[in-house]
């Protein structure tokens, strides 16, 4: 199997679990302004077609997760940033906006494990996994308004489903940066660990999903997702088909035998 290429970051795939690494730290791995849209989307899209990924796990090296995006090009109106109103809807659609869409679409689990500062479009692409794990040195900041725009990234959709509408916008219109105790108060993150421990522990949790049977694994992911916005007995309709297909796959039989074999 080949790994996909990546430009500004790095992929790694050890016993199921794939790790992206967010790798420009020059620049505090914003998003924009950098490879960093393309190669997060391209292993997004990779993960679902290889059946040899159960989870995928994101963090940035260096001191930040991500400064979201390039403020030196904001203040030059250029990069992604330039252009009239036409022009900037354009490039965020064809640019930050394909990241919430292409992660709402990853059938396996994705874990962030935040070693630093996640801020503006850097603090959304962590809402945008379904895990978050905190190092003691992560920072989170809703910092838009700050500068005078709006959460053009999809923002404002996770991080009221995340943590509820009233904490959500208090985080948005205030612009304040929370550090990882209040995160994990407030339900941002799962967890916060000694710096050292992040990646272990981010592997520690990928290894006990990506030890489930693979298949039924991503149907349930695909499961919760869809139990969001589906009413009840279309959702027990398409339990019952999924149930269905797991029940005819070997992977069942073989994780009932096992579990008899234990007994």
Request: hydrophobic content about 50%.
């Amino acid at each position: 199997m080949t790994l996909p290429t990546v430009h500004d970051a790095r992929l790694q795939l050890d016993k199921r679990v794939a790790t992206l690494t967010l790798a420009r730290d020059d620049v505090r791995n914003a998003l924009t302004g950098t490879a960093l849209i393309d190669d997060i989307v391209g292993v997004a899209e990779w993960v679902n077609r290889c059946e040899e990924v159960s989870v995928l796990v994101i963090t940035g090296e260096g001191a930040a997760f991500s400064a979201g995006g390039n403020v030196k090009d904001m203040a030059a109106r250029g990069g992604d940033f330039a252009g009239d109103v036409a022009e900037v809807a354009t490039r965020y659609r064809q640019g930050i906006q394909r990241i919430p869409l292409a992660l709402q679409a990853v059938e396996v689990p994705v874990i962030a494990a935040v070693n630093g500062p996640a801020i503006g479009a850097g603090f959304d692409l962590a809402n945008m996994a379904d895990i978050r794990i905190a190092s003691t040195k992560a920072k989170f900041g809703e910092t838009f308004l700050n500068l005078g725009i709006i959460p053009g990234d999809g923002g404002a959709w996770f991080m009221q489903r995340l943590i509820g509408y009233q904490q959500a916008f208090e985080l948005t219109l205030s612009g304040r940066i929370v550090g990882a105790a209040e995160a994990k108060t407030l339900g941002i993150v799962l967890e916060v660990v000694e710096p050292e421990q992040l990646l272990p522990r981010a592997h520690e949790l990928a290894a006990r999903f990506a030890a489930q049977p693979p298949k039924a694994l991503r149907l349930t992911k695909r499961l919760m997702k869809m139990a969001q916005r589906m009413e009840l007995k279309d959702f027990l309709d398409l339990s019952a088909a999924f149930q269905g297909m797991c029940h005819n796959e070997p992977e069942h039989l073989e994780a009932v035998q096992r579990l008899l074999a234990r007994t």
